[in-house]
């Protein structure tokens, strides 16, 4: 136990070094491990049930919309990505390729799945004759390989998990509703469920999707002042109808091609997570997201250990007979101070404290892991006061976050004031741009700031560019990202 006690301890200052308080919170906290293939990770048990409470959400989100989930396969035909060729070229320096089985070298290259464009879009030209075939709304939940030169747990690695929508229309502006539909659906939980806020709005060309006609983002701050790409949903015309002949019969007697979407999160929002809302003593979990909202520790002497664990057992059940997601740590073999120390790291959004003395006084003692404040509270009136309590958590973080973004964002009329804003003061830059891939190019030169988007509702226009000072056909975020 000794060693173990090392576990809440020796974690670097988010000042010192973000990227090595990164490391240090998600090994601590125990939410990864590396595996032997480079680039890829294990998640461990505390680290996979943030993915399940995400999927959780996401879930309910998209059957609410009308999605159902399949599965396709992980193993795409080299011939697939040659029929859309922005998309295999946008692709093709992270694909790794099966070429053969045992001794026997394969006809045809198989890409293990980068992304699923390609075999949905063949599906679809099997299933999709009539346009009352339509609107095909599908999501896959599933794992996907891109061979990263540069890795980050959760962030970046070879392997990761996701979900990608892929959905077929009648109509552009079918299409077009349900790209813009879905961009609401992640904002709406990216906020409400994980409390970070976000920028909406349509991404560049030089950093749309390959194949797409448009691609729209949700882009979030991280503590460091970097970007963090949290969501993306896709239009993509019919090029990918084109490429896989996804015709339909329409009502006026005409075949006609298909209009599709794609849309899709990663577990690269774990990563957001930790790195919007974690500290100097570890992960804070939102309550509506956090595997275990309450972790209940009974305290006191020996001689009192059985009435108290008897009561802290009710307290359990009651709260529990709720729907709070609640647990106990009734150890007696490490301290009280230990375990305060360990949930603080692990997140857990609200400790209650119950010893002999405040049995004594009918009450539990509530510890807020965001604010560190104490709350004696009556056990009468438990249920309804905790309740309260993580609603206000949860609220109070979203609050902080969008503080923090606020504080950190600033317009800016110039490369020099750009390279201040992102290197210097670590935050976001709003700047002009005239629409030149060359001016937007110089930026990433000169800078290391990439667009982030074009904003739906910037907090206000620019008109000039920050590069020529021509006029400015668009209102940009810039910064570095992950």
Not at 71 to 78: D, R, T
């Amino acid at each position: 136990m000794a060693k173990d006690k090392e576990f809440v301890k020796d974690i670097t200052l988010q000042s010192e070094d973000f990227s090595r308080w990164y490391i240090d919170v998600i090994t601590k906290a125990d939410l990864m491990d590396y595996a032997p293939v480079r680039g890829c990770i294990v998640f461990k048990p505390d680290g996979y049930e943030l993915w399940e409470a995400c999927q959780r959400e996401l879930d309910r989100r998209f059957k609410a919309t009308g999605h159902r989930n399949a599965y396709f396969p992980l193993l795409i035909p080299e011939s697939f990505f040659q029929k859309e060729k922005e998309h295999v070229e946008g692709f093709n320096p992270e694909l790794p390729w099966v070429t053969q089985v045992g001794d026997d070298a394969l006809e045809e290259r198989l890409a293990v799945r980068p992304t699923s464009e390609t075999i949905f879009g063949y599906m679809y030209s099997q299933w999709i004759q009539s346009y009352r075939d339509l609107p095909v709304l599908i999501n896959q939940w599933a794992n996907v390989v891109r061979w990263e030169k540069r890795t980050l747990p959760f962030l970046r690695t070879s392997e990761f998990l996701w979900q990608e929508g892929h959905t077929a229309h009648a109509t552009q502006e079918e299409a077009m509703q349900e790209t813009e539909k879905m961009l609401d659906v992640y904002t709406d939980f990216v906020e409400n469920e994980l409390a970070i806020p976000v920028i909406k709005g349509r991404k560049t060309p030089s950093e749309k999707f390959p194949g797409a006609v448009a691609t729209y983002s949700i882009e979030a701050m991280m503590k460091d002042g970097k970007a963090l790409q949290a969501g993306t949903s896709h239009f993509l015309g019919d090029n990918f109808a084109r490429s896989f002949d996804i015709k339909f019969l329409d009502k006026d007697n005409e075949r006609k091609f298909a209009f599709t979407t794609s849309w899709g999160m990663t577990t690269r929002i774990i990563g957001a997570l930790i790195m919007v809302h974690g500290d100097d003593r570890g992960l804070q979990l939102p309550p509506r997201i956090a595997p275990t909202q309450v972790m209940v520790i009974p305290i006191g002497p020996a001689k009192a250990r059985e009435r108290v664990l008897t009561a802290a057992q009710e307290i359990l059940a009651t709260l529990a007979s709720t729907g709070i997601r609640i647990k106990m740590d009734d150890r007696d073999d490490v301290s009280p101070g230990w375990k305060f120390n360990e949930y603080e790291l692990r997140g857990i959004p609200i400790r209650l404290e119950v010893g002999p003395r405040d049995l004594d006084q009918s009450q539990a003692i509530l510890v807020r892991r965001d604010t560190s404040e104490k709350i004696p509270v009556p056990l009468a009136n438990l249920k309804e006061i905790v309740q309260s309590l993580l609603d206000d958590i949860q609220s109070s973080m979203l609050a902080n976050a969008r503080a923090f973004q606020r504080d950190h964002s600033k317009t800016v009329h110039s490369v020099a004031e750009l390279l201040q804003v992102v290197r210097s003061e670590h935050g976001f830059a709003l700047a002009g741009w005239c629409g030149d891939d060359a001016c937007e190019a110089h930026i990433k030169t000169e800078t290391g700031a990439t667009s982030r988007n074009i904003p739906f509702d910037p907090p206000e226009h620019v008109s000039t560019c920050v590069v020529c000072n021509q006029e400015a056909n668009h209102t940009v975020w810039f910064a570095r990202a992950y």
